[in-house]
């Protein structure tokens, strides 16, 4: 079955008229409560529209991609727990608010996933971040686990899985199961990408209902080589060589 094209939308502010909005495609609807995609703004769908662009060079693929990491922590992070918590203003008076409960940690899935651990540190200082390198077996064409290094403690804290590009599910199934082998509950992790496939998701899902999703964008699905389409290529490639 040939992938559908996504969903268009007018995209833009309140104040303007629908035929006054530009038209854009948006992200494809999925059913599933713990798949959160981020809200599809003007502001999202240009900065995905610059990454996306065959035509953009690495520096500005690298700026673009970083902007869009940064919104995804950031909504990852409202997942979290908080507690009450008030303080007092320097004029003298209380603001009842909130405070971060527990702890988290990072882990990225190399080499991709590396991209998106600054926009984690610029977010949480000093975060804890561990890695896990997974790639296609070439005898048995099936993801190998080759290399992992995870905080000892991981099994007590909240884990944001890190990779940009979720296409079949493979490696980040692969991950999961490797956090969930170190004691981390299912729904104490949060995998964040920046495009999934409808593939990828539906797989996920299924495997692992606690588990959340935050994605910037649900794409139409997969070519014949599992690149993502319309996708951006070979995210690896256009942020640390091309
Ligand atoms: N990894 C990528 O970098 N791009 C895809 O489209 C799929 C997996």
């Known amino acids: 079955e040939k992938p559908k094209p996504g969903p268009v939308q007018s995209i833009g502010p309140d104040y303007r008229s629908p035929s006054q909005k530009p038209q854009a495609t948006v992200s494809t609807e999925v059913p599933f409560e713990t798949v959160t995609v981020l809200p599809q703004t003007p502001q999202l769908i240009a900065l ?14 690298i700026f673009y991609s970083n902007r869009i990491i940064r919104l995804l922590v950031e909504e990852g ?6 507690v009450q918590h008030t303080v007092t203003t320097p004029v003298g008076r209380p603001y ?3 405070s971060f409960e527990g702890r988290i940690c990072g882990v990225s899935i190399m080499r991709a996933g590396e991209a998106m651990e600054q926009g984690l540190r610029d977010c949480c200082r000093s975060v804890r971040i561990g890695k896990i390198l997974i790639q296609r077996d070439e005898e048995t064409a ?19 899985l890190l990779d940009p590009m979720f296409a079949t599910g493979g490696s980040a199934i692969m991950a999961v199961e490797v956090l969930k082998s170190r004691g981390v509950p299912e729904d104490h992790i949060l ?3 920046l495009i999934a496939s409808p593939e990828g998701i539906n797989n996920f899902a299924t495997k692992f209902p606690k588990l959340r999703v935050v ?5 139409q699905g ?8 319309p996708g951006l290529g070979d995210f690896g490639d256009r942020y640390y060589t091309m």
């Open 48 to 61: 995905l529209s610059k990454i996306r662009d065959v035509n953009t060079d690495r520096g500005d693929f």
């Open 191 to 193: 995998f964040l990408n």
């Open 142 to 160: 099936q993801p190998k686990l080759f290399y992992d290094k995870l905080p000892e403690d991981i099994a007590d804290r909240w884990v944001l």
């Open 222 to 229: 997969l070519d014949e080589k599992n690149y993502i389409i």
């Open 77 to 82: 992070l409202n997942h979290l727990p908080t």
């Open 215 to 219: 994605t910037a964008f649900v794409d």
């Open 96 to 98: 009842e608010g909130l």
